[in-house]
């Protein structure tokens, strides 16, 4: 996501822990405008949400976005089901490999992509709790790597 005017709003840093992601994909969301504002302010969270198609149509569930302060009786309910934009060829190969494969939907991020709302899904498959700590150990040997060879660095110089 290091484009040019994408601002990235909230990111799904569970997803990565939980989940192998195999691809990401783009769709828009259908929101309402206080919904927008919210988003905007960063006041959204994406801990437990996932997509799934439905009727040739794809929906997110469980993303909670906070009410606009401001937006009274237009504001929605925050844990509504939001319908996603996306065409009709990548849907329905999504349902295949969702169906298929025993892949799962996951929302990655939510960020402004000029000046609209998009969310990036991935195509993950669940991880066990033994690929959990491999991971784990991968990310510690690669922080004690990069602080050796800084501290090498250092002394060099």
Not at 3 to 18: L, P, R
Not at 106 to 121: M, R
């Amino acid at each position: 996501m290091a484009q040019s005017g994408v601002k990235i709003i909230a990111k799904n840093k569970k997803a990565y822990h939980d989940f192998f992601i195999d691809e990401t994909y783009e769709a828009g969301i259908s929101l309402a405008g206080t919904e927008v504002k919210s988003i905007r302010g960063g006041k959204v969270n994406m801990r437990d949400c996932f997509a799934q198609v439905k009727d040739g149509e794809l929906f997110v569930y469980n993303m909670h976005i906070s009410p606009y302060e401001q937006g009274n009786i237009f504001n929605r309910d925050p844990m509504r089901v939001r319908k996603l934009l996306m065409h009709k060829r990548e849907i329905a190969r999504l349902l295949g490999l969702v169906s298929r494969d025993g892949y799962s939907l996951i929302p990655t991020s939510i960020y402004l992509k000029k000046g609209l709302v998009k969310i990036e899904l991935g195509l993950a498959k669940g991880k066990k709790n033994y690929d959990k700590r491999e991971s784990a150990k991968e990310r510690d040997a690669k922080r004690d790597i990069d602080k050796h060879l800084k501290r090498s660095q250092r002394t060099e110089a």
